[in-house]
């Protein structure tokens, strides 16, 4: 199906399904354990062994001897395999550095060898016999350090951009504001490992494992380790957690395929919690300037943001600007981006690619600059809000609600009481403030496909390689097949995450609900066709309470499916609608923080999302992706920051004992609204996408109430008591 003309009335808009307060049809699995997660696929191939993986015990230089004997002669032990006897291996285009080293070392905990022992317990004891001799070469692990030689990224998807005159605009606004901020490293700290087991019949691969993006997996798997495509298979119909840590092939699928293949024997693999904060991705740390400035009625004549991050050679920048092009007004306008060789381990997507860490910068400068104004926050995004692309006016946004987002949550969440001037709201010792940002995130479109089976019995079964990484997959795709074919929910199973399903958009940067589902809607418009010939009917039938009606006549859908199943295949590839038009979903986070006056220590009291994201296809799962991603805005605001051996070039709390996440105790009451939003432009199902939208600007709000409750500014995050207990207010 080309969708390549705005949605009209479609099956869609009947809402019998789609659009309601749906419980999780895979929360009954995951609420008593049976559902089968990567490591736990006990049930899928016999004599499985356990492989552990040695990582590099340098960040830069090379291998210059390994010693295997003693680590041979340990207990169990079955097979090792380093790059000396693993056979020729491909870099994939989605890998930065290489998934095993040798004689090369890229960075800290890069696979050195993977040891494969009939337990766990041997393999891991065997991995700390394995003797490697190394010869360090100095490194950069200091983004500051290097940012005078950051350069223009080569292979960057967004470059620069520049509109008239920004530097003599910003030179001559009346007021002006120039500071900088910083982001730092973070982890994803899924609560599943990075697992797989992997298992050969022949030259054909098969990987059970925890990804988001099952397509890419496979395709990447096969160009890495040299085989066809049509020889792998990966199957991951549960993941827990991934955030984007699992949106690219890692080193334990590569290292269980590679062990499976010289023990002879199927091998599963669990990355070490160490192993997750340096062998696989972060989020990398950025550096941003940003410049606005504006006439004395608060309207902006000029904005500019430039960032600067870290990555390996060949690797990607974090795109902290990109919002800054599309968020507000201004005639005059700038965006930079940086990229300074590190030899920490890779950067790539994590938690609302760009948007997160740029609007926790971009937000503060804008509440910054309305108070230099004098004007109250809220009024001044509302002032400099725009209706079409900053960068070409003559293309509108698709749908843009990014006022009613900020007057309706200011309404809700009594920003009338806010004090303007800070550190004058106390409770006992406490200190409080509100505080306020704008969220954003683009809509993005990708092709997706689905298979749809009807049998006689009037069950319709959905195949599709898409994942659920927590978001409630199961449950919108079985909505959207409910409301196609009309029948009720517990006449559709759902099977996903299977790379012989056909190929989905996948789970990743709001993308997945909308385009997944879309996938589903057209091959049910093929199903459909399908029915209403087999059973003489009207192509504009009506499907409901599992019957077809049309022209008067009515039939069971069962009827169709007398003869044999009923299958169809298709899937949602899209025009230009969205070069016409920007999509964009939009947003409003407002915080309640309270400072201890004597400690500095931060307490977040109250906390509201006011989104616009076309249609929400299950308001609870979505409600539940927004509080855990605000949850996540208050860790990267409060508390995560991977901390850097300079020296040695490794993350030093690469565990959950001390790379700290919010714990229930640290979040309050989170109260979420939903806009009531269709974009036809989007899609067949007029939906867009909200996982991302509930954490981008999250950390910029609570940094906005924290000044707000105590007139500290910290432009650092995260923001910990050590950089506001000096500066507080004078206790009497």
Known sequence: MKFDTPATTNPIDRLRVVGKPTDRIDGKYKTTGTAPYAYERHDVVANQAYGHIVGAAIAKGRIERIDLAEAQAAPGVIAIVTAADAGPLGKAQTNTAKLLAGPDVQHYHQAVAIVVAETFEQARAAGALVRVEYARAKGAYDLAGAKSGAATPDKSEHPDSAVADFAGAFAAAPVSIDATYTTPDQSHAMMEPHASIASWQGDKLTL?????????????????????????????????????????????????????????????????????????????????RIRIGARRDGTITAIGHESWSGNLADGSPEMAVQQTRLLYAGANRMTRTRLALLDLPEGNAMR????????????????????????????????????????????????????????????????????????????????????????????????????????????????????????????????????????????????????????????????????????????????????????????????????VKAGGRSAKLTDAARDGELVAEDLIEYGDLDKKMQQSTFGGHFVEAAVDSYTGEVRIRRMLAVCAAGRIL???????????????????????????????????????????????????????????????????????????????????????AIYNACGVRVRDYPITLDKMIDRLPQVA
Request: with cysteine; charged share 20%; glycine share 10%.
């Open 208 to 288: 059970w494992t925890s990804h988001q993006m099952i397509a890419w997996s496979k395709r990447d798997l096969a160009k890495t380790m040299g085989i066809p495509a049509a020889n792998v298979r990966v199957d991951s119909p549960y993941i827990g957690g991934g955030f984007g840590g699992k949106l690219f092939l890692r080193a334990d699928a590569v290292m269980a395929a590679l062990a499976a293949r010289k023990a002879g024997r199927p091998v599963k693999v669990a990355l070490a919690r160490p192993m997750i904060a340096n062998n696989t991705t972060h989020r990398p740390a950025t550096i941003q």
């Open 618 to 704: 299950n308001p609870k799962s979505a409600r539940s992706q927004v509080i855990g991603a605000m949850t996540m805005g208050a860790g990267a605001a409060l508390m995560e920051e991977l901390a850097v051996d300079k020296r040695f070039g490794f993350f030093v709390n690469h565990d959950l004992a001390g790379y700290e996440v919010p714990v229930h105790a640290d979040i309050p009451h989170q109260e979420v609204v939903f806009l009531d939003e269709v974009d036809p432009q989007s899609s067949p199902m007029k939906a867009k996408g909200v996982g991302e939208l509930g954490i981008c600007g999250v950390g910029a709000a609570i940094a906005n």
């Open 352 to 547: 609302a690619p760009g948007e997160a860490p740029g609007l926790m910068a971009l937000e503060i400068a804008m509440d910054e600059m309305a108070e230099k104004l004098g004007m109250d926050p809220v009024s001044f995004r509302v002032l400099n809000d725009t209706q079409v692309d900053p960068e070409k006016p003559e293309r509108p946004f698709s749908q843009r609600q990014l006022v009613k987002c900020l007057q309706d949550g200011a309404a809700k969440f009594g920003w009338d009481k806010r004090a303007a001037k800070p550190g004058t709201v106390r409770d006992g010792r406490w200190l409080v403030g509100m505080g306020v940002a704008s969220a954003f995130r683009n809509n993005m479109l990708m092709k997706s496909a689905a298979r749809v089976r009807l049998n006689d019995k009037g069950v319709v079964t959905v195949e599709t390689d898409m994942t659920d990484i927590g978001t409630g997959t199961y449950t919108i795709i079985a909505q959207t097949a409910a409301e196609m074919m009309g029948v009720p929910l517990d006449k559709v199973v759902v099977k996903l995450g299977d790379s012989d399903f056909p190929a989905s958009a996948g789970s990743g940067g709001q993308w997945g609900a909308n385009n997944s589902t879309s996938g589903v809607y057209a091959a049910c418009a093929k199903l459909r066709e399908a029915v209403t010939a087999k059973l003489g009917l009207a192509t504009d039938a009506v499907f409901e309470d599992s019957r």
